[in-house]
C-alpha cells in the first residue's frame, strides 16, 4: 500500500496560546511531516495568529469534543490527502520528533488497524493510571491490543472513519472515545495502544470540568444504550453504579451524577447498533468485557 498520510487535528478553546504554539512548533518540527493540519477553534471568536500552512476552522460556539472533532474531520477529509487523522490536545507537547514516522510504519504495517492511543506522560515522564488504556494494568511501557483509547492523543485510520462514522456528537465530552472504539472494534477494526508514541500533558483531574460528573453519568447510560446488546446494559451499568458509589466521596458530587443518569436515562444519545456477541467476547479477551 501507499505510504500513509498523516493529518493533525487541535481543538482549542483560545485560552492556550503559548501551549498551542509550542504544539504546533513540534508538528512542524516532526521528521516526516504532516500533510495537513486543522485548528479549530470551538466557540473561540476568533483563533490566534496561525504558523503558515495551518489552516483554522473558527466555530460561533462550542460543540464540544466531540462536534468540534467531527469538524475537524470533515475539514481534512475535504483536503482528499488524508490517511490518518491525529488528534492532539491543545496544551499537549510531542517531546520526539518521530512520532508520525513510527505512526505511519505502524498503519503501512496492518490495513486492519483503525485507531493507535498514544502513551501520555507529564513533564516528569509519569502517566496517570487512568491513562493506561487496559484493566489493572500498572506498567504504562506495555502496549499491544486494547479495547479504547486515550483522547489527548491519538490516531484515527480515515478508511476505518468513512465505514463507522466519526465522535458520537451528543456526548460533547466523556467517553467519546470507548463509544468510538466500541464501534470501531465491532467493525472488525484493531485497537492499538503504543506507548512509544509520547505525548506529553501536564498533569489534570477530569473532575475539574464543573460538569463532570454530570456529563460521566448521562454517557455512560447513552454509551450503554447506544452500543451494548441488550442483556448487558442493566449489567454494565449496574456495575458503574456499585463503583461510582464506592469511589465518589462529594455529596454534590453524587447529586449530579444521578442527575445525569436520569437525564441519560430519559434522553437518547443517538441511535442505536449493539454489538454482536462475537465482539463482545473478543473484548473479553483483550481483557476488558463491556461491562466495567
Known amino acids: 500500500m501507499a505510504r500513509p498520510r498523516v493529518g493533525v487535528a487541535v481543538l482549542t478553546m483560545g485560552t492556550r496560546p503559548a501551549e498551542l504554539r509550542a504544539l504546533l512548533d513540534a508538528v512542524a518540527g516532526q521528521d516526516e511531516p504532516a500533510s495537513r493540519i486543522v485548528v479549530v477553534g470551538n466557540g473561540t471568536g476568533s483563533l490566534p495568529a496561525l504558523p503558515e500552512g495551518v489552516t483554522g476552522v473558527e466555530l460561533p460556539e462550542n460543540r464540544g469534543v466531540s462536534g468540534g472533532r467531527n469538524v475537524a474531520i470533515e475539514t481534512l477529509r475535504s483536503f482528499g490527502d488524508v490517511d490518518i487523522v491525529v488528534d492532539l490536545d ?17 498503519y503501512e504495517a496492518d490495513p486492519d488497524l483503525g485507531i493507535v492511543s498514544f502513551r501520555i506522560a507529564d513533564e516528569t515522564g509519569e502517566t496517570q493510571r487512568r491513562h493506561i488504556p487496559r484493566l489493572g494494568a500498572k506498567d504504562p511501557l506495555r502496549g499491544g491490543e486494547v479495547t479504547t483509547f486515550l483522547g489527548g492523543g491519538h490516531g484515527l485510520s480515515m478508511p476505518m472513519l468513512d465505514r463507522i462514522g ?9 467517553h467519546e472515545e470507548t463509544d468510538l472504539a466500541w ?28 460538569v463532570y460528573y454530570r456529563m460521566t453519568a448521562r454517557n455512560r447510560v447513552w454509551l450503554a444504550k447506544r452500543n451494548l446488546p441488550a442483556l448487558l446494559v442493566p449489567v454494565y451499568l449496574g456495575v458503574w453504579t456499585l463503583l461510582t458509589l464506592a469511589r465518589t466521596r462529594s455529596l454534590p458530587g453524587l447529586k449530579a451524577w444521578f442527575g445525569g443518569f436520569a437525564e441519560g436515562v430519559r434522553r437518547s444519545g443517538g441511535p442505536r447498533a449493539p454489538m454482536r456477541w462475537n465482539t463482545v ?11 466495567i
Request: charged share 30%.
Open 183 to 210: 464501534r470501531a472494534l465491532d467493525a472488525g477494526w484493531k485497537v492499538l495502544y503504543a506507548p512509544e508514541l509520547l505525548l506529553q500533558h501536564p498533569r489534570t483531574s477530569p473532575a475539574r470540568h464543573a
Open 90 to 106: 491543545d496544551d499537549g507537547l510531542l517531546v520526539d520528533t518521530d512520532v508520525f514516522r513510527r505512526l505511519a510504519d505502524l
Open 281 to 291: 467476547l473478543r473484548m473479553t479477551r483483550l481483557g476488558r468485557p463491556p461491562v
Open 166 to 174: 466519526g465522535w458520537p456528537e451528543d456526548f460533547f465530552f466523556t
